[in-house]
């Protein structure tokens, strides 16, 4: 087969222009509204927290003691908060992981609670509580991690703070308690010894008038006989 010379790069451009496929078509806008199949509602979503006020939030990574492996296994990395109750005052420790929201940690913070540096980490801690965390009471042994030594040492004071505060707020609910009792006990026994004084006074005067009617009875029996 003969091969033209004379065809110039510009034809070889043409047959490949002819060759290609066509540009793609942009879509126009039409400015058309589709409605949703399906229409969802918006849903209230409750946490639990709504009557309480946050006392502490910090974030950290939470690790629990597993008895039975001997070892710490890491429970979630999320935000430690600590709230506290509008109406009761009671505090409770509570700590959600930060991407799934499930609950690390949950229990009040009781008097006898005490937080102790890890030793061999200053930025970490543990201590022992009753915990509510899996649905179940149970108590754990937990370790917390803070990204810096001062939030560590935030969080530590805070919950002693607290710890001491729930004390003596029992210690003023016991004395309160007390006192009521001893005021209702105080006031049985003064009606209790008005009663008896009643009673007394009663035999006192019915003795009286019993005496009285035996002298005017003697009298009379002898200005008889006389």
């Known amino acids: 087969?003969?091969?033209?010379?004379?065809?110039?790069?510009?034809?070889?451009?043409?047959?490949?222009?002819?060759?290609?496929?066509?540009?793609a078509?942009?879509?126009?806008?039409?400015?058309a509204q589709v409605a949703p199949i399906v229409k969802l509602e918006e849903v209230a979503v409750t946490t639990g927290e709504e009557d309480e006020d946050p006392i502490l939030d910090l974030k950290a990574k939470?690790?629990?003691?597993?008895?039975?492996?001997?070892q710490w296994k890491e429970r979630g990395v999320g935000n430690v908060k600590l709230l506290k109750h509008k109406v009761n005052g009671k505090v409770r420790l509570v700590m959600r992981q930060s991407k799934t929201l499930k609950i690390c940690?949950?229990?009040?913070?009781?008097?006898?609670?005490?937080?102790?540096?890890?030793?061999?980490?200053d930025k970490s801690c543990v201590w022992h509580a009753a915990d509510f965390a899996d649905?179940?009471?149970?108590?754990?042994m937990f370790c917390i991690r803070f990204p810096s030594v001062e939030n560590c040492k935030t969080f530590m004071e805070t919950v002693q703070e607290v710890a001491e505060s729930q004390g003596k707020k029992e210690e003023n609910k016991d004395a309160t308690?007390?006192?009521?009792?001893?005021?209702?006990?105080?006031?049985?026994?003064?009606?209790?010894?008005?009663?008896?004084?009643?009673?007394?006074?009663?035999?006192?005067?019915?003795?009286?008038?019993d005496e009285a009617k035996t002298e005017e009875d003697k009298k009379d029996e002898d200005a008889s006989k006389a």
Do not use: W
């Open 1 to 23: 087969m003969a091969i033209d010379d004379k065809a110039g790069p510009e034809s070889h451009c043409r047959e490949d222009d002819d060759n290609a496929p066509a540009a």
């Open 25 to 31: 078509v942009d879509d126009e806008d039409t400015g």
């Open 62 to 70: 939470l690790y629990r003691f597993d008895k039975e492996g001997n």
């Open 105 to 121: 940690a949950n229990h009040f913070v009781i008097p006898t609670m005490t937080v102790q540096e890890h030793s061999g980490n």
């Open 135 to 140: 649905g179940n009471l149970k108590e754990e």
């Open 177 to 209: 308690v007390t006192a009521d009792l001893l005021d209702k006990l105080g006031v049985g026994e003064i009606k209790s010894d008005g009663k008896e004084d009643t009673v007394v006074a009663s035999n006192t005067k019915e003795a009286v008038k």
